[in-house]
């Protein structure tokens, strides 16, 4: 097993123990318990991904010294090469991270929140209530194409969203051996037919969207 390798398997397992504490928290506990159990979880996701980041950071930086060592007459002063090439990666939101899509931002933390709502103008606000998502609501990122979901889909197996088309582009080149794409994610057959439309997600995707262009415009006009 190489390097890489072990650190993959090693990251499946602990996705799959996180998965197993979210699970746990969702079917048994309630109110107060479920808020002190989701923020720690919510803690320890986060680190997760942080150590991730790291790994992929110093991954780029190792990749960037092999490149430069190519002549063996040389002496390289490696530590040195290592550590500039690592002040050049960038630093990354662990909320941008995978494990951190997959354990902390769907609509399986929220439904436990604020079940009766009806749909109207204040919805959005209800959703963002959300334990596991409050305030750090961000857009899930589509596993294949890295992109931020427009259009999700959910597997009804595992409860995986991807975006509408990578998906189906993901499974009519698979074919049969198609699986959920989440790294970690153990449910391994995938057919268009597991899929369906999450609209209360993509009505929270362009509510976040239209949000974050408001942002970047610069005004901050009163809006009622
Ligand atoms: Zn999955």
Redesign the pocket.
């Known amino acids: 097993m190489t390097f890489n390798e072990r650190y993959a398997s090693l990251l499946d397992k602990c996705v799959t123990s996180l998965t197993t504490w979210k699970t746990f928290i969702q079917e048994n506990l309630k109110e107060q318990e479920y808020d002190i159990e989701a923020t720690k979880l919510r803690d320890i996701t986060r680190q997760y991904c942080e150590i991730d980041n790291n790994f992929q950071r110093s991954g780029e930086a190792i990749k960037l010294v092999e490149n430069a060592v190519s002549d063996p007459s040389q002496n390289y002063d490696i530590d040195a090469m290592y550590q500039e090439n690592l002040l050049k990666q960038d630093i990354k939101d662990p909320t941008r991270n995978e494990i951190w899509q997959q354990i902390c931002c769907d609509d399986v933390a929220v439904r436990v929140i604020k079940p009766k709502k009806q749909k109207n103008n204040e919805h959005y606000e209800e959703v963002n209530d959300s334990v596991m998502c409050s305030s750090s609501f961000s857009a899930p990122i589509d596993p294949i194409s890295k992109r931020v979901i427009r259009k999700p889909l959910r ?1 009804r197996k ?1 409860k ?1 969203v991807y975006d509408s088309q990578s998906i189906y582009d993901y499974i009519r080149q698979s074919g049969r051996k198609a699986r ?1 794409p ?1 790294v970690g ?1 153990k ?1 391994n057959s995938l057919a268009p037919d597991h899929l369906q439309e999450d609209s209360q997600l993509e009505q929270r995707i362009s509510q976040f969207l239209a949000q974050q262009e408001t942002d970047s415009s610069g005004s901050d006009e009163d809006s009622d």
């Open positions: 597997n595992c995986h959920c989440y994610c449910n």
